[in-house]
């Protein structure tokens, strides 16, 4: 029976004192401003299974901690350093607190409490190898299915091929996981401009069908107020004339399932299904700039919401990967994956020639998922890739807005 | 299958998504002249690229008015801001955005923007 249900797709996985599973058993160290980068870059270089984040800001905000503790706490971490100069706002020690809450171990220090540089770097590589063997003997191993599974979806770097091959395997692959029990999230509402009906159509409930009209309100409020859209020279260069273009492309990436609801950054999906992610900011006085400042934000925040996986689609080609969750690569541009193939895990252009169908190459890629769950390396993680980017940002969470001033 | 190049006196291959739409993306290069073998709702449509149209461009299956919509995927994706004709090149220079206000100004080859000035 399990054979049937999860379709011989089972491999083992790390269960979290707090009931989640992971695919991987990384240590995370975080940086709480600037000024500890490239301490925090010192504990974790060479280590394969030690990442690195970090927040640039030293006023604090709500919004990165609640980013922070959400990265904490993934389900593919086992273990948190803090690392803080010691003059910020953002407290390491309440971030390792709250980590710690989830029932992972966490240390953090401030540098300027242990003298310089090198002494610094020497304390958390100490730290970082007691919490890898604590992370280590905490560690139960479990079988894990596509339903344990949260999948986080990005594109980025789209071209035309990008609507009509890549983003479709992805939303079909969607379907698939949702029908499997599993959990998927996309993002990027800033470019669902024009499609407000089609995303409420899609709505599994009244209540969902309100979340996802309000979100593209606000979205197309801000994207107006700030004057930004999210297309840029490559996309043009690759053959989309207008944010509405890029939209429908990049919208093909949920599938065809009902939508759950929106869940905001740093928000786990209450139940499986598919949902979106809204990462816009809320209105506020500062604003705070730009809508998508980048496709590795983006990947940040569906990271944060628990997503073990994240798919990224690219028609032109990118060469990020992401800390904590491994990043799957895929063009629909069959020219990309010859001349990128070493940062490429998934070639959906072979949809475009008629050598797969839609359906095949959507299980395909749930093959390589449960490769790269199962422990196999994707590509960027080969090649080392631990990209990461939290900004500041506004989103109402009144629930959470103490966040973790000392 | 090198189903991506295109030379001259060969089709093109090139998807219209949906019914509505008046636009195909090209699956390969279209020289000005090279016939289209088009895929999709309107297959068979007797189609001519008018201008060089890359890979992933767009190419118009009838004639398009000025200020009248460009469909692509069932979804207007903006105005024609001149008329159209079939087979031609459908991008910044004859399509704008109904919200962004940047859209047009941009490079038509290299997507660049041309009024922040990096010199």
Request: proline content about 4%; charged content about 20%.
């Given at each position: 029976?399990?054979?049937?249900?999860?379709?011989?797709?089972?491999?083992?996985?790390?269960?979290?004192k707090?009931?989640r599973?992971?695919?991987?058993?990384?240590?995370?160290v975080?940086y709480?401003v600037?000024?500890?980068?490239?301490?925090?870059?010192?504990?974790?270089?060479?280590?394969?299974d030690?990442?690195?984040?970090?927040?640039?800001?030293?006023?604090?905000n709500?919004?990165?901690?609640?980013?922070?503790?959400?990265?904490?706490?993934?389900?593919?971490?086992?273990?948190?350093?803090?690392?803080?100069?010691?003059?910020?706002?953002?407290?390491?020690?309440?971030?390792a607190?709250?980590?710690?809450?989830?029932?992972?171990?966490?240390?953090?220090?401030?540098?300027?409490?242990?003298?310089?540089?090198?002494?610094?770097?020497?304390?958390?590589?100490?730290?970082?190898?007691?919490?890898?063997?604590?992370?280590?003997?905490?560690?139960?191993?479990v079988?894990?299915?596509?339903?344990?599974?949260?999948?986080?979806?990005?594109?980025?770097?789209?071209?035309?091929?990008?609507?009509?091959?890549?983003?479709?395997v992805?939303?079909?692959?969607?379907?698939?996981l949702?029908?499997?029990?599993?959990t998927?999230i996309?993002e990027?509402?800033?470019?669902?401009?024009?499609?407000?009906?089609?995303?409420?159509?899609?709505?599994?409930?009244?209540?969902?069908?309100?979340?996802?009209?309000?979100?593209?309100?606000?979205?197309?409020?801000?994207?107006?107020?700030?004057?930004?859209?999210?297309?840029?020279?490559?996309?043009?260069?690759g053959?989309?004339?207008?944010?509405?273009?890029?939209s429908?492309?990049?919208?093909?990436?949920?599938g065809?399932?009902?939508?759950?609801?929106?869940?905001?950054?740093?928000?786990?999906?209450?139940?499986?299904?598919?949902?979106?992610?809204d990462?816009?900011p809320?209105?506020?006085?500062?604003?705070?700039?730009?809508?998508?400042p980048?496709?590795?934000e983006?990947i940040?925040?569906?990271?944060?919401?628990?997503?073990?996986?994240?798919?990224?689609?690219?028609?032109?080609?990118?060469?990020?990967?992401?800390?904590?969750?491994p990043?799957?690569?895929?063009?629909?541009?069959?020219?990309t994956?010859?001349?990128?193939?070493?940062?490429?895990?998934?070639?959906?252009?072979?949809?475009?020639?008629?050598?797969?169908?839609?359906?095949?190459a959507?299980?395909?890629?749930?093959?390589?998922?449960?490769?790269?769950?199962?422990?196999?390396?994707?590509?960027p993680?080969?090649?080392?890739h631990?990209?990461?980017?939290?900004?500041?940002?506004?989103?109402?969470?009144?629930a959470l807005?103490?966040?973790?001033?000392? | 299958?090198?189903?991506?190049?295109?030379?001259?006196?060969?089709?093109?291959?090139?998807?219209?998504?949906n019914?509505?739409?008046?636009?195909?993306?090209?699956?390969g290069?279209?020289?000005?002249?090279a016939?289209?073998?088009?895929?999709?709702?309107l297959?068979?449509?007797?189609?001519?690229?008018?201008?060089?149209?890359?890979?992933?461009?767009?190419?118009a299956?009838?004639?398009?008015?000025?200020?009248?919509?460009?469909?692509?995927?069932?979804?207007v994706?903006?105005?024609?801001?001149?008329?159209?004709?079939?087979?031609?090149?459908?991008?910044?220079?004859?399509?704008?955005?109904l919200?962004?206000e940047?859209?047009?100004?941009?490079?038509?080859?290299?997507?660049?923007?041309?009024?922040?000035?990096h010199?």
């Open positions: 029976m399990p054979e049937l249900e999860s379709g011989g797709r089972e491999w083992t996985g790390f269960l979290r707090d009931g599973k992971g695919i991987r058993n990384h240590i995370l975080i709480t600037e000024c500890a980068s490239f301490v925090a870059h010192a504990i974790g270089h060479a280590e394969p030690v990442h690195v984040i970090g927040f640039p800001g030293c006023y604090d709500d919004y990165a901690i609640r980013l922070m503790v959400a990265l904490g706490t993934h389900p593919n971490v086992g273990g948190v350093l803090t690392v803080g100069l010691g003059c910020e706002y953002t407290q390491p020690s309440r971030l607190d709250a980590v710690r809450q989830s029932g992972r171990p966490a240390e953090s220090f401030f540098i300027q409490e242990n003298g310089g540089t090198e002494s610094s770097v020497a304390l958390g590589r100490k730290l970082v190898g007691q919490l890898r063997a604590q992370s280590e003997a905490d560690a139960v191993r079988p894990m299915t596509l339903a344990d599974l949260t999948i986080g979806a990005e594109c980025g770097g789209s071209d035309g091929t990008s609507g009509l091959a890549g983003n479709p992805v939303g079909r692959a969607y379907d698939f949702v029908e499997r029990g599993g998927a996309f990027e509402v800033v470019e669902m401009i024009g499609l407000r009906e089609l995303m409420v159509a899609r709505a599994a409930s009244p209540e969902a069908a309100q979340e996802l009209g309000a979100c593209y309100d606000k979205m197309l409020a801000y994207c107006r107020a700030v004057r930004q859209y999210s297309v840029a020279p490559g996309n043009f260069a053959g989309l004339t207008t944010i509405e273009e890029k429908m492309g990049a919208f093909a990436k949920g065809s399932k009902p939508i759950e609801g929106v869940i905001r950054v740093a928000e786990p999906p209450p139940h499986p299904g598919l949902w979106i992610l990462s816009v809320d209105t506020h006085f500062m604003q705070f700039g730009y809508t998508n980048n496709d590795t983006g940040m925040d569906l990271v944060a919401t628990g997503a073990q996986i994240v798919l990224f689609i690219t028609g032109r080609g990118s060469v990020i990967g992401s800390a904590i969750s990043l799957i690569k895929i063009t629909g541009n069959t020219e994956y010859r001349k990128m193939t070493g940062d490429m895990d998934f070639n959906a252009g072979r949809v475009l020639s008629g050598e797969v169908t839609l359906d095949q959507a299980e395909e890629l749930l093959d390589l998922v449960v490769a790269v769950a199962g422990g196999e390396p994707s590509k993680e080969r090649l080392g631990r990209e990461y980017f939290l900004m500041y940002k506004h989103q109402d969470v009144p807005e103490a966040g973790c001033r000392a | 299958m090198e189903w991506y190049t295109c030379c001259m006196g060969m089709k093109t291959a090139a998807f219209q998504v019914a509505a739409d008046n636009v195909a993306t090209l699956l290069v279209a020289e000005p002249g016939a289209i073998e088009l895929l999709g709702p297959a068979g449509l007797e189609l001519k690229a008018r201008d060089r149209i890359a890979m992933g461009h767009k190419i299956l009838r004639t398009i008015g000025t200020g009248d919509a460009i469909t692509k995927f069932g979804v994706i903006g105005l024609a801001i001149r008329t159209i004709e079939p087979g031609e090149w459908i991008h910044l220079h004859n399509c704008h955005s919200l962004d940047r859209s047009g100004s941009f490079d038509l080859y290299t997507g660049a923007p041309r009024e922040n000035d010199a």
